[in-house]
């Protein structure tokens, strides 16, 4: 008995370190699981985050966008209408005080700088070729001029509403400013004069001529932009 518990006590200690190492053994295994779990879930939170769209954040529009928004294509075109109409006066208004200065120098007078008369005087003529299609006579010189303002400007508007079809066909800013600047001179040059609204360009002048080119450009340029600045999709 005794050799046999001595055998025992040998053994014990070798027993003990079996028990330890798989003790640690035990350890290590859990430790790696606990990793391999840790990485899993880091991994389905990556792949959820690249399966799931982040939230958009849209900038405020600004005014321009709301306006536009508000008055849908057709009434862009009319606001933007409106836009180069003043432009367009103003470049003309400009023209007018310019020239009378210029005139004035050289005939060494006096310029009549009146601002009234520079704004109204380009577009008198309105009221002649209103007054040829609807059969509209004006009975004094202030209806004729309030004719003409009215002429002006309802033409001018009313040019705008063509920028809301060249947007359905796809026309770019650039196209738009082209295809606009097109029309307005081939109403002016063209069609007006065919239906002896208007005389021929060839009976402007050279000076009249370079004027309604540069200034109808500058209309075009205005009313692209202003069309472009009401447009509600652009995030600004």
């Avoid at 001595?6 to 035990?26: F, I, K, N, T, Y």
């Avoid at 709301?66 to 470049?91: K, N, W």
């Amino acid at each position: 008995m005794a050799s046999v518990a001595e055998s025992q006590l040998g053994r014990a200690p070798d027993l003990h370190a079996e028990s330890a190492a798989q003790q640690g053994r035990v350890h290590r295994a859990g430790g790696f699981g606990r990793a391999a779990a840790a990485l899993g879930a880091v991994a389905l939170l990556a792949a959820a985050g690249l399966t799931i769209e982040p939230r958009r954040v849209r900038r405020p529009r600004a005014v321009g966008g709301l306006l536009g928004e508000a008055a849908g294509d057709l009434g862009r075109g009319l606001l933007a209408g409106a836009f180069g109409t003043l432009a367009i006066t103003v470049a003309s208004t400009v023209d007018e005080l310019v020239t009378e200065l210029v005139g004035a120098r050289r005939e060494k007078r006096k310029p009549d700088l009146d601002v009234r008369k520079a704004i109204l005087s380009p577009w008198s003529f309105s009221a002649g070729v209103v007054s040829k299609v609807v059969g509209i006579s004006p009975t004094s010189e202030v209806h004729e001029r309030r004719l003409a303002i009215v002429a002006h400007w309802g033409y001018g508007s009313t040019w705008g509403l063509s920028l809301a079809a060249m947007r359905a066909l796809g026309l770019r800013p650039l196209a738009a400013v082209g295809a606009l600047l097109a029309g307005q001179l081939g109403a002016e040059m063209i069609v007006m004069p065919a239906f002896e609204l208007f005389p021929p360009p060839t009976q402007w002048g050279r000076r009249a001529v370079v004027s309604s080119v540069y200034q109808h450009a500058i209309y075009a340029l205005a009313t692209v932009g202003a069309f472009e600045w009401l447009d509600p999709s652009g995030i600004r």
